[in-house]
């Protein structure tokens, strides 16, 4: 399906010669994706990344914010399969983040991108009927979601992905909880 050939010769881009990239890579100004380090990439290896993942008990233990903070968040309401769902998230996320993240290829980070995307999807449902926050709000929670995943996907060294992805963990699920707590 896919030969091995000179990028340049196929996409006219002397920037990527020698790089096998797949289609939506080689159009630069079309797709958003090398910018967003993967984001919308399923198949991610994380390859580029291996410099700065590494087993650290902060970001293990931020993996649990997605069930601490959905428990809180749905439990009161009866939302008991969005509750659920916040518990598989962080299990995914800790068997990709902490338990293999030092295995760029392992199954677990293929599972987590899959987990996370239905995540976004039950918690965007969740926080605009089950709890009621506005659409605007609910939207400002997004866009710092992404640019703190974009923050932690870009990080070089061991310590910013630590903060960074910790960040990423903690600080949108509790976004989604303050409303609830100061009204």
């Known amino acids: 399906l896919f030969r091995l050939e000179s990028v ?9 010669e020698g790089t096998i990239l797949m289609p939506s890579e ?3 100004g079309l797709s958003i994706e090398p910018f967003m380090g993967g984001m919308f990439d399923i198949s991610y290896t994380g ?15 931020s993996c649990f914010s997605y069930a601490s903070f959905g428990l809180l968040l749905f439990v009161p309401r009866a939302a008991w399969a969005l509750a659920l769902w916040t518990v598989i998230t962080s299990a995914a ?3 990709a983040d902490y338990v293999h993240i030092e295995e760029p290829s392992h199954l677990a ?21 089950i709890v009621n926050l506005s659409v605007g709000y609910c939207t400002f929670v997004l866009v710092f979601a992404v640019l703190l995943f974009w923050a932690s996907r870009k990080s070089e060294t061991r310590a910013q992905w630590m903060f960074a992805h910790t960040a990423w ?12 707590v100061f009204s």
Do not use: M
């Open 109 to 129: 980070h293929k599972v987590d991108r899959i987990v996370a995307f239905l995540y976004c999807a039950t918690i965007t449902y969740g926080s605009l009927f």
């Open 26 to 28: 080689r159009s630069h």
């Open 169 to 180: 963990h903690l600080l949108p699920p509790l976004a989604l909880l303050l409303p609830g």
């Open 47 to 61: 390859v580029g990344n291996a410099k700065a993942w590494h087993q650290n008990h902060l970001v293990g233990a």
């Open 8 to 16: 340049q010769a196929l996409s006219g881009c002397s920037v990527c």
């Open 93 to 95: 996320s800790f068997w």
